[in-house]
């Protein structure tokens, strides 16, 4: 069992930044493939990013590619998402998840244990 609790997120200009955190508890955390997903009001929730156990392959959906950047530290057992250059469709809630396979994978389905959420505005 992994239970996860994002922070971070809050309302920010265009062009602005902010960094995601998910702080991971229970077993096994380092071994488990991190994701980062999102949804905004009406949409269903998609994949933003995701790390392999190491830190050592990522992958990221297209519209984030360049301005958002996925990171862990296993010491800390918390992942990251760095995100840059934001724009008003980067708005939704952020989701940090879990997954139980080896591999990096973009489907929801893949992902045992979610976090709450945290809500990230951008205004324009």
């Known amino acids: 069992q992994v239970q996860l609790v994002e922070s971070g997120g809050e309302l920010v200009q265009a062009g602005g930044s902010l960094r995601l955190s998910c702080a991971a508890s229970?077993?096994?955390?380092?071994?488990?493939?991190m994701g980062w997903f999102r949804q905004a009001p009406g949409k269903e929730r998609e994949f933003v990013a995701a790390i392999n156990w190491s830190g050592a392959s990522t992958y990221y959906v297209d519209s984030v590619k360049g301005r958002f950047t996925i990171s862990r530290d296993n010491a800390k057992n918390t992942v990251y998402l760095q995100m840059n250059s934001l724009k008003p469709e980067d708005t939704a809630v952020y989701y940090c998840?879990?997954?139980?396979?080896?591999?990096?994978?973009?489907?929801?389905?893949?992902?045992?244990?979610w976090g709450q959420g945290t809500q990230v505005t951008v205004s324009s």
């Open positions: 998840a879990a997954s139980r396979l080896g591999g990096i994978t973009t489907s929801r389905l893949h992902y045992a244990y």
């Open positions: 229970g077993r096994t955390f380092s071994s488990n493939v």
